[in-house]
């Protein structure tokens, strides 16, 4: 019985002939002048992001597809574009490929299923500069030719392999760019331990590449001690804001807290943070008026906004607000069953649209254990901290029970000195403040972005 690619690839034989009309009998190209293998070089794990509205496996994955727009949102964050040209499976089109090419200064990766060269003058003509060739469904000699081809064009080559024998095959053949597909081809599962597998048996000096079935920044961290990249679509574009969607992937879920000005939450959003947080508290240095919360809401949008104060009634004020969530700062409740009783009051003020988190200092005597019965109800996210917030110190970290991790944020003290060993707990975000100033309540674009760079380059076989 044929397999999804064996009907994909024999579905695009037929298009061949209306490829060659399409860009006629003697298309004028010139090389390609953007660069794929030298985009990947960075000192940080490369992405290739994907511009896709399909897939075999989903159906249709973004209706609403503006490639111009994702490219837009990409060329902040990418190494490189990639596009889908195949318009049975995929809902692709090469003008798709010439919408994006003029969209971006990044190298742009005509993805495809290229058995024939007349693809690879097209992926040229309308303006690629690198092109997927897949082993799985090319032989060596049909491999050779076409990438000899490719070279003439100056298009870089991501030579793609399911297994073994197919990584022994690209070394043979000389391939500069290995991409490592997760996907098995036969019955559209993922595994992202092949990766893992065939990783070591590629040669050195080559480009790697992990494709498909990255999800989150945990999976880049796990993989990015073996491979230089990835190449991730769906994850991407099948809901929300694309570019919440890209940080969220490349940095995680991490808050800068007291903003106070409109151009300190740009920068937060700038350097990769996902959310935003507001002290309305007067009794804190860093406390926002109501007026000052809404204009730097309306300012940058493209922050979560989080609410923190430490008042313990009165909680319908922030209902209505725009905000994301309210951070809950006031003292620890002796019990687990207390907490959880006063935690849905404030929710019930809030009102369902608004989550709750509960800010804990864990140098209190009983703290982790009440945190660890909080997380056990997985209803409220957690705030990790040292004392009431805003201390500029962190607590031991070795008190946080492992079962609270993933429910968490750690914070207290946390800059661009030690986020690199704070990211090694493996809390589910990192929560800055005070570090990340030049002065009490001022946030430092400097500071921000150094911070975050380090997020994006760890990794956990450092």
Not at 165 to 182: D, F, H, P, Q, V
Not at 304 to 311: H, L, N, P, T, W
Not at 440 to 450: E, S, Y
Request: with cysteine.
């Amino acid at each position: 019985m044929p397999t999804v690619l064996d009907k994909i690839v024999a579905n695009r034989r037929t298009h061949l002939a209306r490829i060659r009309r399409r860009i006629g009998e003697n298309p004028v190209v010139s090389p390609s002048t953007r660069s794929l293998y030298d985009s990947l070089g960075a000192d940080e794990p490369s992405v290739i992001m994907e511009c896709k509205s399909a897939s075999p496996s989903l159906g249709s994955i973004r209706p609403d597809y503006h490639p111009d727009q994702l490219a837009a949102v990409y060329s902040r964050y990418a190494a490189g574009i990639s596009v889908l040209c195949e318009p049975d499976y995929f809902n692709g089109d090469y003008d798709h490929l010439a919408t994006v090419t003029r969209s971006t200064h990044l190298p742009v990766l005509c993805k495809d299923f290229i058995i024939d060269p007349v693809q690879i003058y097209a992926a040229r003509y309308f303006g690629a500069d690198a092109i997927l060739l897949m082993l799985s469904v090319l032989s060596n000699e049909d491999y050779g030719s076409l990438s000899s081809l490719a070279n003439s064009l100056n298009l870089d080559v991501l030579t793609e392999v399911i297994s073994p024998e197919e990584m022994r095959r690209a070394t043979a053949l000389g391939a500069k760019i290995i991409g490592i597909n997760n996907r098995n081809l036969n019955d559209l599962s993922v595994e992202i331990s092949r990766t893992e597998e065939l990783a070591g048996l590629a040669p050195s000096g080559v480009r790697l590449i992990s494709e498909s079935g990255i999800r989150t920044k945990r999976d880049i961290e796990r993989l990015s001690g073996v491979v230089d990249g990835f190449l991730v679509g769906t994850n991407l574009v099948r809901e929300g804001d694309v570019d919440f969607n890209a940080r969220k992937l490349l940095f995680g879920e991490n808050k800068v807290c007291g903003l106070q000005t409109p151009h300190e939450a740009q920068a937060a959003r700038a350097a990769g943070a996902l959310y935003g947080g507001l002290i309305i508290d007067e009794s804190s240095p860093r406390h926002v008026s109501r007026e000052t919360a809404s204009n730097i809401v309306d300012a940058e949008p493209g922050l979560k906004y989080v609410g923190v104060s430490r008042r313990t009634e009165d909680w319908d004020e922030f209902a209505g607000r725009g905000l994301y969530a309210v951070q809950v700062h006031s003292p620890l409740l002796p019990t687990a069953e207390e907490e959880l009783e006063y935690l849905a009051s404030v929710q019930a003020s809030v009102g369902p649209e608004t989550s709750v988190w509960r800010a804990i200092s864990m140098s209190s005597p009983n703290a982790a254990a009440i945190a660890a019965d909080l997380c056990a109800d997985e209803t409220f996210t957690l705030v990790l901290d040292n004392g009431s917030g805003g201390s500029g110190s962190a607590f031991d970290w070795e008190r946080i029970p492992p079962e609270v991790l993933e429910n968490s944020l750690l914070a207290g003290g946390i800059g661009p000195e030690n986020v690199t060993a704070a990211l090694t707990v493996g809390a589910r975000g990192l929560d800055f403040n005070s570090q990340t100033e030049n002065a009490l309540g001022h946030k430092d674009a400097h500071k921000l972005f150094a911070t975050f760079n380090e997020i994006r380059r760890f990794n956990y076989d450092r």
